[in-house]
């Protein structure tokens, strides 16, 4: 018999009632009474399981006491409304066939709360939860909107290497990329390590960023996108933070800042909605969960708003727009700063802004998402448009309430001169960006793009609060397990 998913038996039941189907999954929970058991199918198609209802004299007793929590089961029944108040219809079971055990004393995944660190310990099995099946549900959901938001748009999505011999932002925080024998290195006449002898004839890495080959697609395609992994060794053990994330980054020539912002700003809210049309039952879960652990949290570290109710707010506000010289402002005179209890003080202009800072400003200050454009130059990227006062760069950070950084970008210097001597300042060797260059010396237009952290952005829809939580195989220092 064809497999019908535990889906449309949730969601179009009605036209299968009395109907003998197959159902395959894997057990959450098996409880029997003297005359009958119940089981609890999922199959992840949905977050809700099937009820399994088994006359216990029609099966084989040693059979049913292998239905433990874990086992993967075939099952041919009818489809019945439910006698039970939890689930509108259950199985009728006539057979059951166990496809694979699960020996319920080494399982480690019983029906309890297990702890989110227990769970990233044995990330191989944890597809299995109710959590981390809604988030891998939702995921997939914002990829396809991110793709169909940019479709509509007539934007092209470009694949940029993932090895480079370029280092984009400039932060030096990559990995190295090579097949030499780490132990016995080539070495050249002054004892270097001769890199010509590398699989690629030059040092190489995996790349921080596909912006800048993606500003050369922009400025023949005019509006093109990547969406592909990135790579960074920065040693930052937070909830934020990972060594291998996935972005997004638009690119757009005759684009201008504002443009940007204002691209940046339909797309946030293109992907929210998305969530909310064609997520609700998972949100839901994953609502009802943060709620719940946010009662053993003290009151002032519980969510100010409930998950829906956060992402709507998201839809229903305009964003705020600020330069940084503004935010700096606010900042200086703002209550924590004079009362020192920013970890990083906020009392001279230029100082970069960190996540307390951004946090601050959404949270508290203007309490809904905010863009900060016009950085100081120093500490920005070298490919940033740069203002005339000579002192800040067309640059844009997103902030979002719980996350801060969401989005980082910027209209692009198009000036050959002003790119050029920007870096010659920041001694970027020629050799490794004159095909970057060269768009600036034929045709170069006014261009604009950003980069969306796909996994911030998964911070913000699921409502978790570990960034590890929302990737299924996250790499951090010192672990990159499965
Ligand atoms: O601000 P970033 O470094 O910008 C760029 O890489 C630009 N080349 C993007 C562009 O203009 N095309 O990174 C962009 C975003 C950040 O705002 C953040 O959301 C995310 O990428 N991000 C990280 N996410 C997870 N783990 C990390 N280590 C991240 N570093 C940056
Ligand atoms: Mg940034």
Known sequence: MKRTKIKEVIQEGEKLLGKEINIKGWVRTRRSSKNVSFINLNDGSIIYNLQIVADNQNFDDEMLQKINTGASLSVNGTLVESKGSKQNYEIEANDIEIMGEADPEKYPLQPKKHSYEFLREIAHLRFRTNTFGAVNRIRHNMIFAVHQFFHNKGFFNIHTPIITGSDAEGAGEMFRVTTLDLKNPPKDENGEIDFSEDFFGKPTNLTVSGQLEAELAALALSEVYTFGPTFRAENSNTKRHLAEFWMIEPEMAFYDINDNMDLAEEMLRYIVKFALDNCRDDLEFLSKQRQEEDRQKPANEREPMELIEKLNFVLENKFERITYTEAFEILKNSKPNKKKKFAFPMDEWGADLQSEHERFLVEKHFKKPVMVTDYPRDIKAFYMKQNDDGKTVRGLDVLFPSIGEIIGGSQR????????????????????????????????????????????????????????DVIPFPRTPQNAAF
Do not use: A, C
């Not at 002003?418 to 001694?427: D, G, I, P, T």
């Open 413 to 468: 210097e198009e000036d050959f001169d002003k790119l050029y001597s920007r870096v010659k300042e920041l001694q970027i060797p020629e050799k490794d960006l004159w095909w970057f260059l060269d768009t600036r010396r034929f045709g170069s237009v006014v261009h604009s793009g950003y980069g969306l952290g796909f996994e911030r952005m998964m911070l913000f829809i699921t409502g978790m609060s570990n960034i590890r």
